[in-house]
């Protein structure tokens, strides 16, 4: 049985278990909302009817993303800008940096995967097409005369980016259709 844990400004948190909800019953860190009519929990020395609904006494805040971004294509798009990382040059022979499209944008990897290169934030770029596949194809940039703009990170997220808690709603769960009725006031019809 899962119960649904509010924020101090009565703001969807998570769920818990009913085991957790319990102690933190106990040391009085949050209060119960919304219980169960029959149902009854606890111990010998404490029985309450069953939470379904509970609210944290204090604010938690948010929880802050992890700083790691998992690797994809999609993430290494985003680093580079859609920018390719090789420098172009116009006819005069001065340098300038290439936006790509999202149709002419390629990941390449800087040490090929034929030659042992893996698929690691430091190996891929965002590349165009013509830089990837019709000049440095299988070889690395060192070979072909290309310069990367800048030696590939691990990008990192901004701490001051949050998790969005969201509430989905199962209507299967008492704890969920209390939620909806007694906080949200069926809102979520």
């Excluded at 020395?45 to 994809?72: H, W, Y």
């Excluded at 390629?106 to 891929?124: K, Y």
């Excluded at 770029?125 to 990170?153: A, D, F, M, Q, Y």
Aim: glycine share 4%; aromatic share 8%.
């Amino acid at each position: 049985m899962s119960v649904v844990v509010l924020n101090r400004n009565y703001e969807y948190w998570t769920e818990a278990s009913i085991k957790k909800v319990m102690k933190w019953l106990v040391t009085d860190k949050i209060e119960i909302v919304v219980s169960h009519d029959t149902d009854e929990v606890g111990s010998i020395d404490l029985r309450v009817k069953a939470p379904l609904v509970v609210r944290l006494l204090t604010f938690v805040g948010f929880k802050p993303k992890s700083d790691l971004i998992p690797f994809s294509y999609d993430a290494v798009y985003h680093r580079d800008n859609n920018i390719c990382q090789y420098w172009h040059k116009d006819e005069n022979g001065n340098k300038y940096k290439h936006r790509c499209t999202v149709d002419d944008r390629t990941i390449d990897h800087v040490l090929p995967v034929s030659r042992g290169g893996r698929n690691t934030f430091e190996n891929c770029v965002c590349s165009c097409r013509t830089c990837n596949e019709l000049v440095k194809k299988n070889r690395t940039p060192e070979e072909v005369g290309l310069h990367l703009i800048r030696k590939p990170i691990v990008p990192r997220r901004d701490k001051t980016q949050f998790v969005i808690m969201r509430f989905a709603y199962n209507p299967h769960k008492l704890s969920h259709q209390m939620y909806k009725d007694v906080i949200l006031g069926g809102a979520l019809r």
